[in-house]
């Protein structure tokens, strides 16, 4: 390293290792070693967790603008069960339009080898193949790129750059009618409207479920209004009626509400700027002014747009008569809390049903059925948090679901779940509390509508509407129950010691101008596993003291970090938030750890010592 290159810690890079092999390499294999030379980002995600997909948008103009320095290489690290299967990993890719590397790693071995703790998390290594840098969350796109643009001056002045083409091979495009569909809605004329998911497109089918009648939409990525041969879509997913006859769509990577005129084809933005939601950023206000995020499933319910906000763990609604958006409910905390609806925390909300008394909602990332009543309190009829999952019917207390994505109404006041990671139809009854099964062997169902007696699936990993009659008996499948198999962190009772890692980018500091530049969030479930320490403060570091008497636990840290550039000179600094949430599993034992780093942009220099 010369004299003028900023002094790094020196951390050798573990092997990249992960049974289900590699993706996007044209079946080649990799090791570190056939990536010396190269600037390598590993990008820890699992195609569930809403912030990974934020990840690869944000890498996507670095990974073009950087290509013949830089291979981003996608670890794939598992939270559900589903998640572990080599096919759903495959779908995954191509479904979010992952264009580089993949690595399937379903036992999470090379996650333990980093020492990640989140989703997601970015490892660089530099081209000698020392890790050189770490970040969890969002929101580290920019310092990423200065960073790369050290390490490529660096190494080009060493002689220890290699340029040229990376080894990122694309798959060959499957024919068929649509890809990874997303939602679908039954229109006025018998027909039905999808949201053709990958291939950024409306796609309006006849009554058989199977012949197109129109698309809407370009079919490449873009947020642009226009006709139906000229608009563009960014991934959209929900769809609901309006009182005008026209449709609503969540255009959930463009950040926005769109709406369709049916009659026209023409397309037009109701709300959303194109970016994307941060901390800080208004929650209120006139529609096209207000930043959304991952807006995922929509729902016409008491006059408004109800919208599930996966992306910051929220519901919001449209109000079409004075053409402005809020916050309903929601905290942006990631859990599972009911309540008043400004106390209540969500998990990635991804769909969308209205009776008259009650919202009902798919809450994937807790595997849980929620609702809203009419006064905006929100309600648990299946799930219990974060962590538990399965497939198991009976009494609601103890049934099971996997990350389902979409819920719907049936006429007799129950609800159909399309549980997405059990490749099954359940059925929750508020009369009985009891859960069924209604059908299994769809492939990662995520809606569902009503025709007359039957129920026509949206089987997004099949690329088709699926029409079933509606059983009049539940299909019986054995139970089973699951938990997330990431490893418990084992830590001493008493006084433990949480220090989140930051440290600002090259050229930036802490934003201070309007006050503390940080914050921290910390709450644990169950609740009595903290004797102290809960609660929201503006330092980074806090002691937290453990209950003996409670043997493991989930801690539930929530942090963020605001830097801008550091130039006297320059009037209008650009400023950057950076934020994640850990839910950190935890198990009590003497002699376990009495300090719980978790970085969020640097290296922890005491967990990772030196190596050669």
């Given at each position: 390293?010369?004299?003028?290159?900023?002094?790094?810690?020196?951390?050798?890079?573990?092997?990249?290792?992960?049974?289900?092999?590699?993706?996007?390499?044209?079946?080649?294999?990799?090791?570190?070693?056939?990536?010396?030379?190269?600037?390598?980002?590993?990008?820890?995600?699992?195609?569930?967790?809403?912030?990974?997909?934020?990840?690869?948008?944000?890498?996507?103009?670095?990974?073009?603008?950087?290509?013949?320095?830089?291979?981003?290489?996608?670890?794939?690290?598992?939270?559900?069960?589903?998640?572990?299967?080599?096919?759903?990993?495959?779908?995954?890719?191509?479904?979010?339009?992952?264009?580089?590397?993949?690595?399937?790693?379903?036992?999470?071995?090379?996650?333990?080898?980093?020492?990640?703790?989140?989703?997601?998390?970015?490892?660089?290594?530099?081209?000698?193949?020392?890790?050189?840098?770490?970040?969890?969350?969002?929101?580290?796109?920019?310092?990423?790129?200065?960073?790369?643009?050290?390490?490529?001056?660096?190494?080009?002045?060493?002689?220890?750059?290699?340029?040229?083409?990376?080894?990122?091979?694309?798959?060959?495009?499957?024919?068929?009618?649509?890809?990874?569909?997303?939602?679908?809605?039954?229109?006025?004329?018998?027909?039905?409207?999808?949201?053709?998911?990958?291939?950024?497109?409306?796609?309006?089918?006849?009554?058989?479920?199977?012949?197109?009648?129109?698309?809407?939409?370009s079919g490449t990525r873009g947020f642009t209004d226009g006709d139906a041969r000229t608009?563009?879509?960014?991934?959209?997913?929900?769809?609901?009626?309006?009182?005008?006859?026209?449709?609503?769509?969540?255009?959930?990577?463009?950040?926005?509400?769109?709406?369709?005129?049916?009659?026209?084809?023409?397309?037009?933005?109701?709300?959303?700027?194109?970016?994307?939601?941060?901390?800080?950023?208004?929650?209120?206000?006139?529609?096209?002014?207000?930043?959304?995020?991952?807006?995922?499933?929509?729902?016409?319910?008491?006059?408004?747009?109800?919208?599930?906000?996966?992306?910051?763990?929220?519901?919001?609604?449209?109000?079409?008569?004075?053409?402005?958006?809020?916050?309903?409910?929601?905290?942006?905390?990631?859990?599972?809390?009911?309540?008043?609806?400004?106390?209540?925390?969500?998990?990635?909300?991804?769909?969308?049903?209205?009776?008259?008394?009650?919202?009902?909602?798919?809450?994937?990332?807790?595997?849980?059925?929620?609702?809203?009543?009419?006064?905006?309190?929100?309600?648990?009829?299946?799930?219990?948090?974060?962590?538990?999952?399965?497939?198991?019917?009976?009494?609601?207390?103890?049934?099971?679901?996997?990350?389902?994505?979409?819920?719907?109404?049936?006429?007799?006041?129950?609800?159909?779940?399309?549980?997405?990671?059990?490749?099954?139809?359940?059925?929750?009854?508020?009369?009985?509390?009891?859960?069924?099964?209604?059908?299994?062997?769809?492939?990662?169902?995520?809606?569902?509508?009503?025709?007359?007696?039957?129920?026509?699936?949206?089987?997004?990993?099949?690329?088709?509407?699926?029409?079933?009659?509606?059983?009049?008996?539940?299909?019986?499948?054995?139970?089973?129950?699951?938990?997330?198999?990431?490893?418990?962190?084992?830590?001493?009772?008493?006084?433990?010691?949480?220090?989140?890692?930051?440290?600002?980018?090259?050229?930036q500091k802490l934003d201070t101008r309007y006050g503390p530049s940080t914050r921290l969030?910390?709450?644990?479930?169950?609740?009595?596993?903290?004797?102290?320490?809960?609660?929201?403060?503006?330092?980074?570091?806090?002691?937290?003291?453990?209950?003996?008497?409670?043997?493991?636990?989930?801690?539930?840290?929530?942090?963020?970090?605001?830097?801008c550039d550091d130039d006297p000179a320059n009037e209008y600094p650009a400023c950057h938030?950076?934020?994640?949430?850990?839910?950190?599993?935890?198990?009590?034992?003497?002699?376990?750890?009495?300090?719980?780093?978790?970085?969020?942009?640097?290296?922890?220099?005491?967990?990772?010592?030196?190596?050669?």
């Open positions: 390293m010369s004299d003028s290159a900023p002094r790094r810690a020196r951390v050798r890079a573990p092997e990249l290792i992960g049974r289900g092999g590699w993706l996007n390499t044209g079946g080649k294999q990799y090791t570190l070693a056939d990536l010396r030379g190269r600037i390598v980002i590993l990008d820890f995600w699992t195609f569930c967790c809403v912030n990974c997909l934020h990840v690869l948008d944000e890498l996507r103009e670095l990974e073009r603008k950087h290509r013949d320095t830089v291979v981003i290489i996608g670890v794939h690290s598992p939270k559900f069960v589903h998640e572990a299967d080599h096919q759903a990993v495959v779908d995954a890719v191509e479904r979010y339009g992952v264009e580089h590397p993949v690595l399937d790693d379903p036992e999470l071995a090379t996650w333990k080898q980093y020492a990640v703790r989140a989703w997601p998390t970015l490892v660089v290594i530099d081209p000698e193949g020392y890790v050189v840098a770490q970040h969890a969350g969002e929101g580290h796109a920019h310092a990423i790129e200065r960073l790369v643009e050290e390490l490529e001056a660096e190494h080009e002045a060493k002689g220890t750059l290699r340029r040229g083409d990376g080894p990122y091979v694309p798959p060959e495009p499957e024919p068929t009618t649509l890809r990874f569909p997303g939602k679908a809605l039954l229109l006025p004329s018998g027909t039905f409207l999808v949201s053709d998911t990958t291939r950024h497109q409306l796609v309006e089918l006849a009554e058989d479920g199977e012949t197109v009648v129109r698309r809407i939409g608009a563009s879509f960014n991934e959209p997913q929900g769809l609901a009626l309006l009182e005008d006859g026209s449709v609503v769509v969540a255009d959930t990577v463009n950040h926005a509400l769109r709406r369709l005129d049916l009659a026209t084809g023409e397309v037009t933005t109701l709300a959303g700027t194109g970016r994307q939601w941060w901390q800080g950023s208004a929650t209120s206000g006139p529609a096209r002014e207000v930043d959304l995020s991952s807006p995922w499933d929509v729902a016409w319910w008491n006059g408004k747009v109800w919208i599930a906000m996966a992306g910051v763990h929220q519901l919001w609604a449209y109000d079409p008569a004075d053409d402005t958006v809020s916050v309903t409910a929601g905290t942006t905390n990631e859990g599972l809390v009911d309540g008043p609806g400004d106390q209540a925390w969500f998990a990635q909300p991804s769909g969308l049903a209205a009776t008259p008394d009650r919202l009902w909602l798919a809450d994937s990332e807790t595997s849980a059925l929620r609702w809203v009543d009419l006064d905006g309190a929100v309600h648990t009829a299946v799930g219990t948090g974060l962590f538990d999952f399965g497939h198991r019917d009976g009494a609601a207390e103890q049934a099971l679901f996997q990350h389902p994505l979409g819920v719907t109404a049936l006429p007799d006041g129950s609800v159909a779940v399309s549980d997405t990671y059990n490749h099954a139809l359940r059925r929750y009854d508020p009369a009985t509390g009891e859960v069924t099964t209604l059908a299994t062997d769809l492939r990662e169902p995520s809606d569902a509508v009503l025709v007359g007696g039957d129920i026509v699936v949206v089987e997004s990993a099949r690329h088709r509407l699926t029409r079933l009659r509606l059983p009049e008996e539940a299909v019986r499948v054995e139970g089973a129950a699951h938990r997330t198999q990431r490893e418990a962190t084992e830590v001493a009772p008493g006084a433990l010691r949480l220090d989140v890692i930051f440290q600002a980018p090259a050229g969030l910390v709450s644990s479930t169950p609740p009595e596993l903290l004797r102290s320490g809960e609660g929201t403060g503006t330092d980074l570091s806090r002691t937290l003291e453990l209950n003996p008497d409670v043997s493991e636990g989930v801690l539930h840290v929530s942090a963020m970090a605001a830097s938030v950076h934020q994640q949430d850990w839910g950190v599993p935890v198990r009590l034992v003497e002699g376990g750890a009495d300090r719980l780093p978790l970085v969020l942009a640097g290296m922890d220099g005491p967990s990772m010592p030196e190596q050669n």
